[in-house]
């Protein structure tokens, strides 16, 4: 009987109820401020990457273990999932359209073919893979756009599998990590002037963050051209949402068993569009922009801790040889496109 109260509880409207889910987000509070900590003491390394590792950790660390997989489930459960709706809210404030428009229509439509081939590609080809549940789309949505961010979208417009998406997030924040360090290293023989490989790794390094402590190895001028075409790729994260969400009710609607009814335009996805409408505007003040951005770095990497302690390694491993070949065919064609897309876009900014 207790068992049936917990399941009828869980799928009431109302959600998880407050006690329930106070241990799992008092283990996120704790997994941000380490995260943090270590984003101090290594700055390379981005809090949302260390977020993530740090949930997988706890997730398998003898002790905490245990409280992971039971009390504080929930909690972090709902961080992954509603502290994840709210940060991609947020993440609207980010974008300045005018800055976005202002890379000029040559470097707009490179970003939409990266963008496109991308998701595409990799779509196909984890199909193709045999990968389970939705990993494919997840793992697609990932590279194409803004790594775990878009991961935590596409999973909640698709009421996706909650181990189809922490798998997907520990692939794409492991490849993001990667060129942090491979990147840089590849400046110089493929012949990249500074604004060309900020460009270039706007275009193909996954995560904000990483694409921050990516381009920055190359100077201001650089970082600058990196945060622009990756604000680029972030915009396009609602039409992309949008786009799934009507393919899978559509796939549902037309097979034979009844599933949960998904809104064409999920309600984050709607806010997400308001921020960026009010960005535009110009009302905001830049220290509530500012403000807004903490929050969302905040939410995110507490949603992402929640997420990473859903990984469960040893089941991971079953399918851990195709994950790791998707991710790497799937890192070589984002960078291939996005190079000859960068090659193709000569000249200044506009």
Sequence with gaps: MALLRERAASASPSGPSAPGIRPGLALAVVGVAVAWSVHQLLPDIPMLTASVVLGIVAAHLPGVRSVVRGAARPGLSYAGKRLMRIGIVLLGLKLSLG?????????VAMVLGVVAATFLGTWWLGRRMGLPGDQPLLIAAGYAICGASAIGAVS???DSDERDAAASVALVTLCGTLAIAVLPLLQQPL?????E???WVGASVHDVGQVVATAQTAGSGALGEAVLVKLMRVALLAPLVAAVALSVRRSRRAGTTAQKRLPIVPLFVVGFLAMVALRCTGLLPSTAIDAAQHAQEVLLVAALFGLGSAVDL????RTGGRVAALGLCAWVVVA???YAGVLLVTGPVG
């Design 191 to 195: 012949g990249l002037s500074d604004a």
């Design 336 to 338: 291939g496109v996005s």
């Design 99 to 107: 800055d976005v428009l202002g890379l000029g229509w040559a470097t």
């Design 156 to 158: 909640e417009a698709t």
């Design 314 to 317: 040893p089941t991971l491993t």
């Design 197 to 199: 490989f900020g460009r």
